[in-house]
């Protein structure tokens, strides 16, 4: 079974630090056997205010996926990360980033399939089975909620403690990156520190084709019911 990992660290303004800390993760997630790792979502950087977030996107956006991609072909790894695009992210989210146009198909990977989404299309279960419609073995949430919105929303699957990642004075994240298979189980979290962090686990695909098998919820959808859902 391949193995997979999930990445935590406390990002800051500071692109270049952030960057060597991802590029120690790839290293370690490789040294522990492990084919893909999963990082959070603005992995490049986290800024105290819009024109900050801005400026930082605007000069560093494309280079700092050239360098995680670059460091990716090295380590022969994949990588999944989160960025900030141009004209796209600032801080209060609703009102100042870019939504997406399309759903992305799943990528093949070593793992499976990888439907990929964001932290807030937890809330939209129709991406999800789309997604899974469209062959999805595995649905990523890069996230960095914050501590009120991860108690809230993320934290049903965390009873551990609460380490905060202060990224500035105005911003902390709620942490808790993890692996949860088909069933729910938590396979893997990141430990309780505010270091920066792996979590590893493999991937069984052969019991996720099992919990289908034994739960086939998409063969029971009532699209007689709901029309709209057959499309």
């Known amino acids: ?13 500071n692109v270049a630090a952030n ?6 993760l790839m290293r370690d997630a490789v040294v522990k056997g492990a084919q893909m790792v999963f990082f959070p979502e603005a992995s490049d950087f986290i800024a105290s205010n819009t024109k900050e977030t801005i400026e930082l996107t605007k000069a ?13 072909r090295n380590q022969k790894l994949w990588v999944s990360i989160g ?41 939209f279960p129709e991406l999800s089975t789309e997604l899974r419609k469209r062959g999805a073995d595995i649905l990523t949430y890069p996230s960095a ?39 729910g189980t ?16 493999d991937i069984d695909l052969d019991r996720l084709h099992q919990i289908r098998r034994e739960m086939p919820i998409m063969d029971h959808r009532r699209v007689d019911i709901f029309p709209h859902l057959a499309s």
């Open 19 to 24: 960057i060597e800390t991802c590029f120690k």
């Open 186 to 201: 938590v396979l893997a979290r990141c430990p309780e520190t505010v270091k920066p962090s792996l979590a590893f686990a």
């Open 60 to 72: 560093h956006s494309k280079s700092f996926v050239e360098d995680i991609k670059k460091e990716a």
């Open 1 to 13: 079974m391949p193995l997979t990992a999930v990445a935590q660290y406390c990002g800051t303004a």
């Open 83 to 123: 960025v900030h695009e141009q004209n796209g992210p600032v801080i209060l989210e609703s009102t100042g980033t870019a939504y997406g146009e399309q759903v992305i198909n799943p990528i093949s990977t070593p793992l499976g399939k990888v439907g990929m989404a964001v932290c807030y299309d937890l809330r």
């Open 145 to 183: 909620f914050t501590v009120k919105t991860g108690q809230a929303h993320w934290g049903n699957y965390t009873t551990a403690k609460i380490y905060q990642r202060v990224h500035n004075d105005k911003r902390a994240s709620y942490g808790n990156a993890m692996i949860v298979d088909p069933w």
